[in-house]
DNA sequence: TTTGACAACTTGTATATACAGGATCTATAC
DNA sequence: GTATAGATCCTGTATATACAAGTTGTCAAA
């Protein structure tokens, strides 16, 4: 991109040149002033894309010494953060289908109303869509879109992205999500689209997605199969901030 | 604490500001400029503890606007992260219950070895823990703890906080880990203990933990009842900057 | 009344500078 | 040889400054 900002064109660079192999694992990167001068930048811009690989995984920064590169690199995922299956599909190489089960008017759930505030229109737009990989069901998603931020879903859209029709058309700003997962028991219409077997349990994974002005716009219950799930996460020692209160 | 940097200071000040309700969600914050006048500091340093405070998920940044309070604040608990157990328990209040199953030498298994690199010794201290809460075997928690950096584990400590005596006791700088969550059969000594009914599922969250130097030196495979698991999670949409490769 | 330009706020990015403090190597003293 | 002190690299924190860019209210013109 020519328009990006500098410290994300630099994290970009510094990240495929780790993913490519031309800093390898083990070894240290040049430091933060080398950098700076290679890029033509000053050394808290060469730190701000640091932080970025930082948070991502890509390498760890130990004190007076340099910033590592990380073997967790090549194969850890970012499942945690938001991304949506297209853009997983994309970058992994998956034999992956959406079938789209259902898209009509659904006012959003009781019991979610009662987390994101009563004030407001539960109004939306379901969409049940069914995501098959080598030809074995493994997803159930269910999404509720509230019609005051997205209007309407063109059918084409809901057999595509909805992250990229909203970002990229709507122009939405989407920006937080709280998520939970859980194991429950489906009742037999989800058994049997996900073919369970053994028992009918499965793994529920429930978000709440806001937009960047803090407007809550979509729930998502994302159903899998249980011997297909797989949450892969990178996380950096935190000392709790907050006491008892 | 007197001798904290000052941005984290000001960061655990804003949280406990907010989490006592006197900063409330849905209200901005005020601004940077002022809050560096009430804290006697510079913007630069206001913004680094914004920064800690948008990564938790108390505020969200509006460009032009300010920050406003979210009220996932409340109720949000960070279980991504690397928390420990018993500073879980201190946080949240349960009547939960260790209790130490087995604590000896046997080293990392082998499938672990693999992904950690077959250079290191895989001499290792075990420790098979159960976790009740409210007289209900909710966990198993078994760690294997190198030798090369955790000689030997003391009967109390097994019985208490690993890490408060790894961090404490023995000044290591636990940094980061890797994190999978999946779904698994699990054999009978297992289910008698968590007294899994109906399937022998359970949830199986294994962690490669790691120092600052990058060094591993923990492996814990920890597998919880699947009606009593519960992963929160606060994430933020990150557009994906590795294409693929 | 409505529109539009503008001023006055806000946060976001970028630079330059300074010093503290950890890691590492070397040269010196013992 | 060993150990200590110092120089010299590194990252971490903090400040001051500048300007870009988004938001909001005001005020004047149509």
Redesign the interface.
Not at 80 to 83: C, F, L, R, V, Y
Not at 174 to 183: G, H, L, Q, R
Not at 229 to 238: I, L, S, T, W
């Given at each position: 991109m020519d328009t990006m900002q500098k410290y994300l064109s630099i994290?970009?660079d510094l990240?495929?040149k780790i993913?490519?192999g031309q800093y390898t694992e083990?070894t240290l990167l040049p430091s933060e002033t080398i950098l700076a001068n290679l890029y033509g930048t000053s050394r808290a811009t060469v730190r701000k894309a640091l932080v970025?690989l930082t948070e991502?995984?890509l390498i760890?920064k130990?004190k007076g010494k340099g910033s590592?590169v990380?073997d967790?690199a090549k194969f850890?995922f970012?499942i945690?953060?938001?991304?949506t299956f297209t853009?997983l599909n994309?970058?992994q190489q998956m034999n992956a289908v959406t079938t789209v089960l259902a898209l009509e008017d659904r006012p959003l759930p009781a019991e979610i109303m009662k987390q994101v505030g009563r004030h407001l229109d539960p109004a939306a737009t379901f969409i049940q869509r069914l995501r098959t990989v080598d030809d074995e069901a493994i997803v159930v998603d269910e999404d509720y879109l509230l019609k005051s931020v997205v209007p309407e879903v063109p059918e084409i859209v809901a057999q595509g992205s909805l992250y990229e029709y909203m970002e990229d058309t709507l122009n939405l700003n989407?920006?937080?999500?709280?998520?939970?997962?859980?194991?429950e028991p489906m009742d037999e219409a989800i058994c049997a689209k996900l073919h369970l077997e053994?028992?009918n349990?499965a793994?529920v994974v429930r978000s709440l997605t806001?937009l960047?002005?803090?407007t809550f716009f979509q729930y998502t219950r994302s159903i899998h199969r249980?011997?297909r799930?797989?949450?892969?996460?990178?996380?950096?020692?935190?000392h709790?901030?907050?006491?008892?209160?």
């Open positions: 994290a970009q990240t495929n993913k490519h083990g970025e991502n995984g760890q130990i590592v990380l967790t850890t970012p945690s953060g938001i991304t853009e994309r970058n989407i920006a937080y999500a709280t998520k939970t997962i859980t194991v053994t028992a349990l793994v806001y960047n002005d803090t249980p011997d799930f797989k949450f892969v996460d990178f996380a950096r020692r935190k709790l901030v907050a006491k008892k209160f």
